[in-house]
């Protein structure tokens, strides 16, 4: 279920919320119930698999803090081993459902061409929806729980950890949300009506920036791509290139405030996701402001793990190496998403030994850096096809191998057509309208706006314009 579709705006979420308001001494119940239920529309088989998974970790979560009847002398010693043994098994279960899902016919398709055996057979199996979130949580918790950041008078019973996991705004595409960052609301909470206000607005902004900006402006990307990914004049593959990177960004950064709305009238505070990346002066900055919580999941659970940058410079970029595979593998089982982790690799190593310092501090420099940068990064995310990739990388320096289709006609047409939204996307990837929102949400022009942009956005809905989720399939 979509949160920008009318079955959810006027069905799912009106009949949730009134029973979730109705019995506030359930709502750890009822709002796993409706998870389930929000999550079983789209994906009646893999519920299964969500259950088993929680069911399984919160077994293991169990066993590491159990205190069977020993001599004192010997506990501590065997609950260190047992820790440790109940994490491993743990990492070792959630990794490899991730693995058989996500990963096993790209890793099998590989042996066999390398091999040049087809030995390995392809599942062939569907990506179950919000996989890679929620099992980076459940290992997020585990590790937790066996360094002690969650204690044993902290840690969840089975419905608040069930719920932790599965609660509806944050299940399917983010952010990623660590226990921690709950576990004070899941006893008990009380909701104001300021909050459901609150959240009702933080909503509404989530979902203008999905279905007004995010939907059209990818319409020009999916246009662009259509008319002849290759054969594309250099101004033209640009024009691409700037409208994937607005489509990705408002796309998810919508689904991110919808998700910190929902939370809100929920009575939690989902964290914040991102912080205006684009007007960043170097890519590290730029992924500092970029899926925050991913990126902090990886800093906290691989890098710093592995030594950070405590052991020399070349330990150091060994493991941004391991950290940036890894995060190009999360988003998808696909060379182009190896290639695009070893690009971010490559530059953030680079900044960190030459420019990186010199670019955030400048004042033009590094903006224009990233502005021509990152679109190209995002070229490289989006076209899983290597030889449609490398084209268009090659038109986008104006290079072609075959006579250009599209060139300045079209050009000035697309122009012509998306003037106001490439306008509007550059002003709302700035933080003016972020500021303005903030100074004055509470007053009356604000709500009359919020309407508007809640009416616009069901008109498209309605109207039946494209509206996919990009990260779905992460």
Known sequence: MLFSSVGFLFRFL?????????????????LLTGSLIFYGVGEPYFVLLLLFSVFINYGFSRYMFWEPSSPQSHRKQKAAKRRKRALIFALVFDLSVLFVFKYWDFAAGNINRLSGHGFLPLLSLALPLGISFYTFQMISYQIDCYRGTVTDQERAGFIPFATYVCMFPQLIAG????????????????????????????????????VILANQIGTLWNVIMTAGAGRLH?????????????QIYFDFWGYSVMAMGLGKMLGFSIPRNFNNPYVSRSVAEFWRRWHMTLGSWFREYVYFPLGGSRRGSARTILNLLAVWALTGLWHGADWNFVLWGTVFFLLISLEKK?????????????????????????????????????????????????????????????????????????????????????????????????????????????????????????
């Open 175 to 210: 952010p990623i949300v660590r226990y921690g960052d709950v576990s004070g609301r899941m006893a008990g909470r009380r909701l104001r009506i300021r909050d459901i206000e609150n959240g009702l607005k933080l909503f509404t902004v989530g979902l203008g920036l999905k």
């Open 234 to 246: 250099v101004l033209v593959a640009w024009l691409g290139a700037f409208a994937y990177s607005f």
């Open 14 to 30: 009106p009949i949730f919320m009134i029973i979730y308001l109705a019995f506030p001494k359930y709502r750890n119940i009822i």
């Open 354 to 474: 030459t420019c990186g310092k010199w670019l955030e501090n400048s004042k033009a420099l590094g903006h224009i850096y990233v502005v021509l940068l990152i679109p190209a990064t995002w070229v490289i995310f989006a076209i899983t096809d290597m030889g449609q990739l490398f084209g268009y990388l090659g038109n986008m320096v104006g290079y072609h191998r075959e006579e250009i289709l599209v060139g300045m006609t079209q050009l000035v047409r697309y122009l012509k057509e998306y003037a106001a939204l490439l306008i509007a996307c550059v002003i709302f990837a700035t933080p003016l309208p972020g500021k303005f929102y903030w100074k004055w949400k509470d007053r009356w022009f604000m709500v009359v706006l919020l309407l508007l942009i809640f009416w616009w956005s069901v008109r498209e809905i309605v109207s039946g314009s494209n509206n996919p989720f990009l990260y779905f399939r992460f």
